[in-house]
């Protein structure tokens, strides 16, 4: 911020332009249009989730249970969004000073709701891992320990950032900053490779339908993954490019709302699956033992009933 001192013309004073050289396109800019970003997202969050309460409503409680409390974060979350902006655009839309006070409580409190959700996500993740890869601990532990270092960091960021004078002073946090994006581009990258590995390995080579299947798990899997990957990606570079003004926070708002939409779409395309998965004979032929990643030597398909069925169609849930 650049002085502007007071002039005189004509005898009168003519007081200093308070907001003088102030950048606002990086700071509040950035943060407006990353609100309103998020606000977009929080309306399809809203819209897949009554899209799921209505769709699958003989869904096992534990699942309903988690749908719903990842709709009240991702609220909370938008409430938390909203008065970061009312309190830069309408509380202190006088006060350019105080883009070097404070960092505003909800700012700092919306870190830990979107590491929250992250781990949450991504633990649903690594439990699908767990059973397509046949129980295998290492590829499991991988990704919840990277999972858990986003979610320590993220928890460590949000401490940290209520005892920060001045929001123009985030250089303690920088480091942070850098790993929790590492980790969350890493975890989800993690994610779809390993999934589409396993997918790919149920593949019957026979069944057009089936593979059909397959192919769409496959790229579902890929879209989770990939915008939650791409957008932390961009906010670890626009840190380390520019990390004096609030463009990568702008990145961060999305995050946590991206994996949340991104997970309910996979939940509710179920149903255009099992359509696909509906043969005239009322089953689908695929191997048992290419499921979870086991490899068989019987070169006959075996025949799957409606409930077996479901343990691909469900592979990301």
Same mark, same amino acid.
Request: charged share 10%; proline share 4%.
């Given at each position: 911020?650049?002085?502007?001192?007071?002039?005189?013309?004509?005898?009168?004073i003519i007081p200093?332009?308070?907001?003088?050289?102030?950048?606002?396109?990086?700071?509040?800019?950035?943060?407006?249009?990353?609100?309103?970003?998020?606000?977009?997202?929080?309306?399809?969050?809203?819209?897949?989730?009554?899209?799921?309460?209505?769709?699958?409503?003989?869904?096992r409680l534990l699942l309903r249970f988690f749908v719903a409390v990842l709709w009240l974060l991702d609220a909370?979350? !938008? @409430?938390?969004? &909203?008065?970061?902006?009312?309190?830069? =655009?309408?509380?202190?839309?006088?006060?350019?000073? %105080?883009?070097?006070?404070?960092?505003?409580?909800?700012?700092?409190?919306?870190?830990?709701?979107?590491?929250?959700v992250d781990f949450m996500i991504r633990a649903m993740f690594a439990r699908k891992i767990f059973q397509l890869s046949n129980h295998n601990y290492l590829l499991t532990g991988s990704l919840l320990a990277t999972s858990t270092l986003d979610l320590v960091v993220g928890i460590i960021i949000t401490v940290r950032a !209520? @005892?920060?004078? &001045?929001?123009?002073?985030?250089?303690? =946090?920088?480091?942070?900053?850098?790993?929790?994006? %590492?980790?969350?581009?890493?975890?989800?990258?993690?994610v779809a490779v390993v999934l589409c590995y396993y997918l790919a390995r149920s593949r019957t080579g026979f069944n057009t339908r089936t593979d059909s299947i397959v192919n769409i798990l496959m790229l579902y899997t890929i879209n989770t993954g990939l915008?939650?990957?791409?957008?932390?990606?961009?906010?670890?570079?626009?840190?380390?490019?520019?990390?004096?003004? !609030?463009?990568f926070v702008a990145f961060y708002l999305q995050l946590s709302k991206l994996y949340t939409n991104a997970y309910l779409a996979t939940l509710n395309n179920r149903?255009?699956?099992?359509?696909?998965?509906?043969?005239?004979?009322?089953?689908?032929?695929?191997?048992?033992?290419?499921?979870?990643?086991?490899?068989?030597?019987?070169p006959n398909p075996t025949p799957l009933d409606a409930k077996v069925r479901q343990c691909l169609i469900h592979s990301l849930v």
């Open positions: 911020m650049s002085s502007n001192p007071s002039s005189t013309s004509g005898g009168v200093a332009d308070p907001f003088a050289g102030m950048a606002w396109d990086n700071t509040v800019g950035a943060l407006l249009i990353g609100g309103l970003v998020g606000g977009v997202l929080f309306g399809l969050t809203c819209m897949q989730s009554y899209m799921y309460f209505s769709k699958y409503k003989d869904d909370v979350d !938008f @409430a938390f969004n &909203s008065h970061t902006l009312y309190f830069f =655009l309408v509380t202190n839309y006088t006060n350019p000073m %105080a883009l070097s006070g404070k960092v505003p409580w909800s700012l700092s409190s919306h870190v830990l709701i979107t590491t929250v !209520f @005892a920060i004078s &001045s929001i123009q002073n985030l250089e303690p =946090l920088h480091n942070l900053f850098y790993v929790d994006f %590492a980790a969350g581009t890493g975890s989800d990258l993690y915008l939650t990957a791409i957008d932390a990606a961009l906010g670890l570079i626009t840190a380390l490019v520019m990390p004096h003004n !609030f463009v149903e255009s699956l099992r359509e696909r998965s509906t043969e005239p004979s009322g089953f689908v032929s695929v191997h048992l033992s290419r499921i979870g990643g086991r490899t068989g030597s019987n």
